[in-house]
């Protein structure tokens, strides 16, 4: 395996904790085209576990491509097929920014903190 490939892959990962009949997905690091997969493969494993509600934490993300708000779409769009509320928490102007830009906080809830999220789930 080519060394360099690893050294330009973004930093990123993404877990997935449950609250009650809540889901929260968090991600960290930088949501590009090469990792977007794993975090649309992630949030596909959580919608399909039927929460209630579906929340995605994006406040330690440095860095959001299109790829990234594209799996934002897809995963909403799949929730609500599947009844799921779908939340989105960015609080920082890389991520709350590109959302905005796109207006996808027009398509799905988008708030700036956990707490916010969990009590508008309620």
């Known amino acids: 395996m080519d ?21 929260f997905v968090t991600a960290t690091g930088e949501v590009e085209l090469v990792n977007a997969p794993q975090l649309e493969t992630v949030l596909d494993q959580a919608t399909g576990d039927r929460p209630d509600v ?3 934490d994006i406040t330690a993300v440095t860095f959001l491509s299109s790829a990234g708000l594209a799996v934002f779409v897809r995963t909403h769009r799949n929730a609500e097929a599947a009844d799921i509320r779908f939340r989105v928490v960015a609080n920082n102007p890389a ?4 959302i905005q830009l796109m207006g996808l ?10 707490e916010e999220a969990l009590a508008r789930s309620l």
């Open 3 to 23: 060394p360099d490939i690893n050294e330009h892959q973004a930093p990123f990962s993404a877990v997935t904790e449950w609250s009650g009949r809540t889901l």
């Open 54 to 56: 579906l929340v995605l």
């Open 95 to 98: 991520t709350r920014r590109p």
């Open 105 to 114: 906080d027009e398509e799905f809830d988008v708030f700036s903190d956990r």
